[in-house]
């Protein structure tokens, strides 16, 4: 078979042309490119912060050693936490599959698998299990207060699963809601909200992380006037955290930093290259991927100064977190988490919780994570002066 390799109009590419595209932006040789690699010299003994999926890595600068804090996945509770938190979001995804599916019994199988597993987390909790095995010290004073919360949460996930399983005509969307997320109904031992639990999961994590990074960055004396931040990769879902208001480390950065750390010296690079934290740690590894983290922080901002050269006299961006809206009895919709009065701001939270879920780009964890380390802030990074939402004031049974 003849093949035609004659290059047509729309692959031309006039080869003058390219050089001088070559010349500014085209590849490692250009202008561009020679501009980011001197303001990476310039910088060199400025601090970077890079902010993975789940590490906290500090190169000081002037080659010092990297230091390192894990901050999400590879943290004590968290996981403990977030499957309390994910028992309601398990249910809403039943009652969804047999929307879906309304002639298969295949809600009926996962739902007899959730029971089994949240009576195995039942069987496991225990006052004992969050003070000596877990052990998390912003936790400290509060273990019984916690397994009592748990040991409610399965408690009462149970016994809406027994119920749904024998009665599954009653599985609707708004029984959900009723008898077991805003516990008006007639559920034997619902007594709580499983919301407030949601939100206290949630917070309880976000406190010791905020906890843990406030001190973190104390400890290491950065100064937030001269550092360079960078958050890489995937934060969440696919679609999650690539704006400053909807990514929650941002958010723990900014309020961790006392807000010293201006926003614009702040940047998301969900396609940065790949920045890996392997375990066990290799410090050296970690030291041989500043070089790249730091170009990429430094091309942005080399980009990002041109504008004072080129247009002096006009107006200038200036970088600022949205302020979070505030909830009105008139408010049917928001664009962003609200703002949060206070510890019983019910209808804020509950709002909170909607957003997560029906905004893809937050961060499903992130759900009162700036709210958490807003109130460390504010009670000299003690968690025993905080008001732990949905947990403190909360009558649940004894365990």
Not at 26 to 40: F, K
Not at 123 to 152: C, F, H, K, Q
Request: net charge negative; charged share 20%; glycine share 6%.
């Amino acid at each position: 078979m003849h093949q035609n390799n004659t290059v047509g109009p729309q692959d031309f590419q006039d080869p003058a042309f390219l050089d001088l595209f070559n010349v500014y932006t085209g590849n490692g040789q250009s202008i561009g490119a020679h501009l980011a690699e001197a303001a990476e010299r310039a910088t060199v003994d400025a601090p970077l912060l890079v902010a993975t999926n789940s590490d906290f890595v500090l190169f000081p600068g002037a080659g010092a050693a990297p230091q390192i804090e894990g901050y999400r996945l590879s943290t004590r509770g968290f996981k403990e936490l977030t499957a309390v938190s994910h028992l309601a979001p398990a249910l809403a995804s039943l009652v969804r599959l047999r929307e879906l599916a309304p002639a298969s019994d295949a809600w009926r199988g996962e739902a007899e698998r959730l029971l089994v597993a949240t009576r195995g987390a039942r069987a496991a909790n225990s006052a004992t299990l969050w003070r000596e095995r877990i052990a998390v010290p912003a936790y400290r004073g509060r273990e019984a207060a916690i397994a009592n919360m748990v040991d409610y949460a399965c408690a009462v996930t149970e016994r809406y699963i027994e119920r749904v399983l024998a009665t599954p005509e009653r599985f609707t969307a708004h029984d959900l809601r009723e008898q077991y997320l805003e516990a008006r109904g007639d559920l034997e031992g619902a007594c709580v909200p499983m919301n407030a639990v949601m939100i206290a999961t949630f917070f309880l994590v976000g406190m010791d992380t905020g906890h843990r990074v406030i001190d973190w960055f104390n400890r290491h004396r950065i100064d937030w006037s001269q550092a360079m931040v960078l958050i890489v990769g995937r934060q969440g879902r696919p679609t999650a955290g690539v704006t400053w208001s909807s990514n929650a480390v941002a958010a723990m950065i900014l309020a961790a930093s006392g807000h010293r750390l201006d926003l614009s010296r702040l940047y998301i690079a969900p396609h940065a290259p790949p920045f890996t934290v392997a375990r066990p740690l290799d410090l050296e590894a970690v030291r041989a991927q500043e070089g790249a983290m730091r170009r990429l922080w430094n091309y942005t901002r080399a980009i990002s100064d041109l504008g004072e050269i080129m247009y002096h006299g006009y107006p200038h961006y200036a970088a600022n977190s949205a302020q979070r809206p505030v909830l009105t009895p008139e408010t049917q919709a928001v664009a962003d988490l609200p703002a949060i009065a206070g510890p019983d701001d019910w209808r804020a939270f509950n709002t909170r919780l909607r957003v997560i879920l029906e905004d893809p780009r937050q961060l499903l964890a992130g759900c009162v994570a700036d709210y958490a380390v807003d109130q460390l802030q504010a009670h000299s990074n003690d968690p025993t002066r905080l008001t732990v939402p949905g947990l403190d004031c909360m009558a649940y049974p004894a365990a």
